[in-house]
Every structure is written in C-alpha cells, then in structure tokens.
C-alpha cells in the first residue's frame, strides 16, 4: 500500500495541476497521510528551480492549515 502512494505522488509531480496536488497532499499529510509532500516537492523544484519558492510556500501554508484542522479536532 505504502508503494502505491508513492508511485502516486511521484507520478503527480509531473501532472498539469501538480500545485494543486501538493496543497492537498500537504494538508492531509500533516494529520494522516503517510508520505510527506517532499516526495512530491523534490521532483517539483528539481524540475521548475525557478518555482522553488512557490512551491515551497504552497506546502507550507497547507501543511499549517491542516495541523490547524488536526487541533481543532483534537480540541
């Protein structure tokens, strides 16, 4: 199972809508999701540099919005 999700994410890294993808990853990762949205940034950046930033800044305020969703409900 674990294999099959990575093979997914690597194969979403070059998907027309890969940010999109990332955000969702990102935000589900940070309460259940097993593989962490490097998996799917590394190919990203390695493929655009010039997006790096970006790219980083979608998996962080994804990801901080997802923990925030985990606090919530655990509050």
């Known amino acids: 199972m674990i294999r099959r999700l990575y093979d997914w994410t690597i194969q979403m890294a ?3 809508r890969a940010l999109w993808v990332l955000g969702v990853v990102s935000f589900v990762e940070s309460s259940v999701f ?3 949205p490097d998996v ?3 190919p990203m950046i390695l ?3 010039s997006r790096a930033w970006l ?3 979608v998996a ?3 990801s901080v919005l997802g923990g925030l969703l ?3 409900i655990g509050a």
Do not use: E
Request: proline content about 19%; aromatic content about 4%.
């Open 34 to 36: 097993p593989i962490p």
């Open 47 to 49: 493929a655009r540099p």
């Open 14 to 16: 070059s998907h027309p």
């Open 55 to 57: 790219v980083a800044l």
């Open 70 to 72: 985990g606090y919530a």
């Open 40 to 42: 799917l940034m590394i």
């Open 60 to 62: 962080l305020v994804t």
